[in-house]
């Protein structure tokens, strides 16, 4: 195992198909990738659907090559070495597997192919077995499992072998009833404590990448906006995007301007940190305030700014209020049974310590 290493990387699909002379207008899947993964961490690559996230897996798996840039594991530069040569173990989305063999046969092959036999084939198998509860079917023919099941056996398959440089997972619980997924990301972890393998988990579910990852890359139109833990990217998201694509609901981001001490949203001042206050102070780039639904008050007994109740849903253990500021919908999480209901004027307090301001989509925080 070692750490690895994205140095520089573009990617365009144009140009892998050599043709070139589209390179310059088309739309690169990657541009201007740097990242590192330390030896035994456990990431996520989080994002929608075409921002990158497989195209990057597949770079560092040798599936494909990019465009520009370097894949270094440690200090060898293996950019343009086969997926054998680079010793990774991927999991793809739906179940890779042979049908004929049984469950313990499909697990054994990838030792088998590295001359692993006997007491030490079987010992790793069961002990995978067990961990991923298929112990009980080991002797099944693949063909008769359930396609939760097929999946399963295709993650035991990518953690069976203990001398892979990665494991790189492409949502590979696509196919997994719910309960069961809550279920095989605990399983991950634990098998990550125990081997501390390096785990790549790529996946455009906010949850999954939360629950999973010591660090999470959000990814958004083939570049990274952020890497970092999921308690910072909750608390302090380097970009708009990050703060509306992280959390449930997501940041509320205000366009405003800047005037002294106050954030000016709507014609309403809103008080600022003094020390971003003095960040914001001659920015000539778009302002604009992010603050989570969780750091709003509603109906604070003095101070807050004037809104008006569009909509409640009740989320059971608390609820979201949709308030109008102004032009604007702003979203509050609601705990307790105060009562509200559309149509009420309001008053929404910011707790200032948790305001961020963002210029251009960045942070200034």
């Known amino acids: 195992m070692a750490e690895i290493l994205l140095r520089a990387i573009t990617h365009s699909y144009d140009v892998a198909r050599g043709r070139r002379d589209r390179a310059a207008s088309s739309a690169y899947a990657l541009r201007d990738i740097d990242l590192r993964w330390r030896d035994g961490g456990a990431y996520a690559l989080l994002g929608p659907s075409g921002c990158g996230k497989t195209t990057l897996l597949n770079l560092m798996s040798g599936l494909l090559r990019p465009t520009a840039g370097r894949v270094l594991f440690g200090d060898r530069d293996v950019t343009e070495l086969d997926p054998r040569q680079r010793n990774i173990a991927q999991v793809f989305q739906f179940p890779v597997i042979y049908d004929a063999f049984t469950v313990f046969e499909n697990l054994a092959f990838p030792l088998r192919n590295r001359g692993v036999k006997g007491r030490e084939l079987e010992a790793r198998v069961g002990r995978i077995a067990e961990l991923l509860e298929l112990a009980d079917v080991l002797r099944q023919r693949a063909a008769e499992l359930s396609p939760d099941q097929k999946q399963i056996v295709s993650l035991g398959r990518g953690l069976v072998r203990d001398d892979v440089a990665a494991i790189l997972f492409d949502e590979p619980l696509t196919v997994i009833d719910p309960h069961r997924k809550w279920t095989l990301r605990r399983r991950l972890r634990e098998i990550h404590r125990q081997f501390r393998h390096t785990l790549i988990y790529v996946t455009h579910d906010q949850t999954e990448a939360l629950t999973f990852a010591d660090e999470v890359v959000v990814m958004h139109e083939g570049r990274v ?16 995007y990050v703060g509306y694509f992280i959390g449930s609901p997501g940041m509320n981001v205000l366009p405003c301007d800047v005037d002294g001490d106050s954030a000016v949203i709507a014609g309403q001042r809103v008080p600022l940190p003094e020390d971003l ?21 509603l109906g604070p007994p003095a101070g807050g ?16 209020v949709a308030a109008r500021l102004g032009e604007h919908l702003i979203k509050i999480r609601l705990e307790g049974d105060a009562p509200v209901t559309g149509g009420d ?21």
């Open 225 to 240: 906006l952020q890497q970092a833990t999921p308690e910072v990217l909750f608390a302090d998201p380097a970009h708009t």
């Open 277 to 297: 206050a003095g960040r914001a102070a001659g920015r000539t780039g778009k302002l604009e305030l992010g603050i989570r639904p969780e750091h709003l008050v």
């Open 305 to 320: 700014v004037p809104a008006t109740v569009s909509f409640v849903e009740d989320h059971g253990r608390f609820r979201i």
């Open 345 to 365: 004027a309001c008053r929404v307090g910011l707790l200032p310590e948790r305001i961020r301001l963002y210029e251009d989509g960045r942070s200034l925080s």
